[in-house]
């Protein structure tokens, strides 16, 4: 079983029924057990700022997926909630992002692990020392 974090976020619509919805979908899943959840916190839009504002959470959980097994399943969940691809760091109606995977350091196409807002984005940074996590636990030093 590998540990892994997992940001969660909402701008569109509902945003907080939108997070809950994720949870549930994400714990539904019999491979995947949520272990810890940080607070939901309200924050600002970066990168584009002309959109509303985002809630956003952080769950630590317990898989054997692999990372892109992972990958896809969220991905399935964020189609099934609807979520609409209109342009990049445009508005979500929810965004589902791994941010670590048991410290495992990926750069492929399709995945870069840790994730790399984990540098340098300051509501992650908020989430993640709630769960007792600085990000630089995120990377395996053997990597």
């Given amino acids: ?13 509902d945003r907080s029924e939108q997070l ?5 979908e994400i714990a539904r899943h019999d491979q995947i057990e949520i272990l810890r959840e940080s607070t939901i916190l309200e924050n600002q839009a970066i990168l584009f700022e002309d959109q509303a504002d985002f809630l956003n959470q952080i ?30 760091y445009g508005p979500r109606e929810i965004d589902l992002d791994i941010l670590s995977y048991d410290r ?3 750069n492929t196409a399709d995945l870069t692990l840790p994730h790399p807002g984990v540098r340098d984005r300051e509501y992650l940074h908020r989430l993640l020392a709630e769960l007792g996590v600085l ?6 030093e053997r990597s």
């Fill in 135 to 140: 990000p630089s636990d995120l990377e395996d």
């Fill in 1 to 13: 079983m590998a540990r892994s974090l997992l940001s969660i976020g909402s701008n569109v619509g």
């Fill in 104 to 106: 495992q350091k990926i």
């Fill in 59 to 88: 769950l630590e959980i317990e898989t054997s997926l692999t990372p892109l097994d992972l990958l896809r399943f969220l991905q399935m969940i964020e189609d099934r909630l609807g979520r609409v691809r209109r342009f990049k």
């Fill in 20 to 24: 809950e919805r994720a949870r549930t």
